[in-house]
């Protein structure tokens, strides 16, 4: 029988959302007869809550991210919420168990530690028997991941996994394997071809600057300093889904040679050609630049899950941390000056780069599902 694999992220157009298709890709990639479902696991509340998290979430963000700083990762907010959280999970436990029962997956995945946390509590008291896998898609686990019943976690790197160990989760249930990215970024691109495309040259550096999916961050500040750099530079701005900012970047003259994008498939062979990539650390985007030996060079951090990332790159030596948008000129000029320097960051992406995440983790969840026993899991289903 064909396997069966169920998805769960959160936000179409997040890292979540982006590691969960590379899973699904990947899964169809090596065995084209399995069945992947890959859901926004808001699927099992109510519109309200799904409303009211994705607004709050922002509005910290956007607002007052120092009391987002405060929230991320507190144990003394994690045992407030929890009685809450154990009331919304078994409100969700209805509906997750009329979408296990219509998917009958085999095995179910993770991206985000929401959707974890209902799987989990769902197989702690109705006795489900599917695995369920945690894939985390930043390089730092915050306490809502940790559950008994999830049979493995896949980490980015050693640094996670110690902090696994130290939650009492067994090693054998942490697998370092790195962040599942699209499998287009291990495909070879002709530098050559791919520059005369779009009207780059390669004989200058090359300046990659991104904002995520939505073009988030002091872009039109970054470009306006960055500009007045002295070095023969030619910039590619990936403006996402901001229209003001692609209108902008459009409409303006600058010194420097400048491509606009709006959004893009084509980032993996941007990122082949960039000399430099600035942006915020997003988990997806930094496993994506790592595979590619890209530098990457810091700017507007989220504060919990991206200054975790940050902090990781820095301390490993792969990145460099621009404090505001009007020393990031210098800090660019810095790298660019320093051609030993920027041999350096290429070197340690390399070292800390899994690229072959997906496929290590399609494979894991083949191993489990082959495992589970299927059947089993189909009757615990009926009664649950």
């Not at 696991?41 to 987002?68: C, E, M, N």
């Not at 496929?359 to 059947?375: C, H, N, P, S, Y």
Request: net charge positive; proline share 6%; with cysteine.
């Amino acid at each position: 029988m064909a396997r069966r694999f169920l998805v769960l992220h959160i936000t179409p157009g997040s890292g979540h959302h982006r590691a969960g298709c590379a899973i699904e890709q990947t899964l169809v990639h090596l065995d084209p007869s399995c069945t992947v479902v890959n859901l926004d696991a808001f699927h099992f509340t109510s519109r309200f809550v799904r409303w009211a998290i994705g607004r709050t979430y922002s509005s910290l963000i956007r607002h007052q991210p120092d009391v987002w700083e405060y929230l991320y990762d507190n144990p003394a907010v994690h045992r407030r919420v929890e009685y809450f959280r154990a009331l919304l999970n078994r409100y969700q436990a209805g509906k997750l168990s009329t979408l296990l029962e219509r998917v009958k997956p085999d095995a179910i995945v993770c991206t985000q530690a929401y959707p974890c946390g209902v799987v989990a509590d769902f197989k702690k008291h109705h006795g489900l028997p599917i695995p369920l896998v945690g894939v985390l898609t930043d390089y730092a686990p915050h306490l809502y991941w940790f559950h008994e019943t999830v049979d493995a976690y896949v980490v980015p790197s050693e640094q996670v996994k110690r902090r696994f160990l130290t939650q009492g989760v067994e090693a054998s249930r942490v697998k370092v394997l790195g962040i599942p990215i699209d499998l287009r970024f291990l495909e070879p691109v002709d530098r050559a071809a791919a520059a005369r495309r779009f009207g780059l040259d390669l004989r200058h550096p090359i300046l990659l600057i991104m904002g995520g999916g939505g073009g988030f961050g002091q872009l039109r500040e970054i470009m306006l300093n960055l500009d007045r750099l002295p070095h023969p530079c030619q910039f590619v701005v990936v403006a996402g889904m901001n229209r003001s900012l692609f209108s902008w970047l459009t409409a303006s003259r600058f010194r420097h040679r400048l491509l606009a994008l709006a959004y893009t498939r084509e980032i993996p062979t941007l990122m082949s050609l960039a000399t430099l990539l600035i942006s915020k650390p997003g988990g997806l985007t930094t496993s994506e630049a790592l595979a590619k030996q890209l530098p990457l060079v810091i700017v507007n951090p989220i504060p919990g899950q991206e200054a975790y990332n940050a902090r990781y790159l820095l301390s490993q030596g792969a990145a460099v941390q621009a404090g505001s948008p009007d020393t990031v000129r210098q800090t660019i000029r810095d790298v660019l000056d320093n051609p030993e320097y920027l041999e350096i960051l290429r070197r340690r992406s390399a070292e800390l780069a899994h690229p072959n995440a997906s496929l290590d983790l399609a494979k894991l969840l083949f191993e489990l599902a082959d495992r589970g026993g299927t059947i089993e899991g189909r009757q615990a289903l009926q009664t649950a």
